[in-house]
């Protein structure tokens, strides 16, 4: 069946750098759009980036725009997202998502606490 995975989140600094990882499974990968969003505590899930079929387009939320980069490896099934000069702000967990048939299917997410 469909599943998305995500990893590679942690405790950082102000200023440090991650990369968060998507892998999938269960679907043709590389025909699809795919999209990384966050959900900080008492906040709504909100889009952070997402990412065409073949990677020719990005796009970004204004508050990360110039700091992350969001790419794909369709011979792997992984969507990343580069995050760079982390905020607090950023502090979230960061999920992938995927829309299949009309039905948007999410990981279970990966937290990003950015603190000094």
């Known amino acids: 069946q469909l599943q998305l995975v995500e990893s590679g989140g942690g405790l950082v600094q102000p200023g440090w750098s991650l990369r968060l990882s998507c892998a999938a499974s269960g679907f043709t990968f590389s025909r699809y759009i795919m999209s990384w969003y966050r959900q900080a505590p008492g906040k709504e899930r909100e889009l952070v980036a997402a990412?065409?079929?073949?990677?020719?387009?990005?796009n970004y939320a204004d508050s990360v725009k110039g700091r992350f980069t969001i790419s794909r490896d369709n011979a792997k099934n992984t969507v990343y997202l580069q995050m760079n000069s982390l905020k607090p702000g950023d502090t979230a967990v960061y999920y992938c998502?995927?829309?299949?048939?009309?039905?948007?299917?999410w990981g279970k997410g990966t937290l990003v606490t950015v603190s000094s």
């Open positions: 998502k995927v829309r299949f048939n009309g039905v948007d299917y």
């Open positions: 990412i065409t079929s073949a990677g020719g387009i990005t």
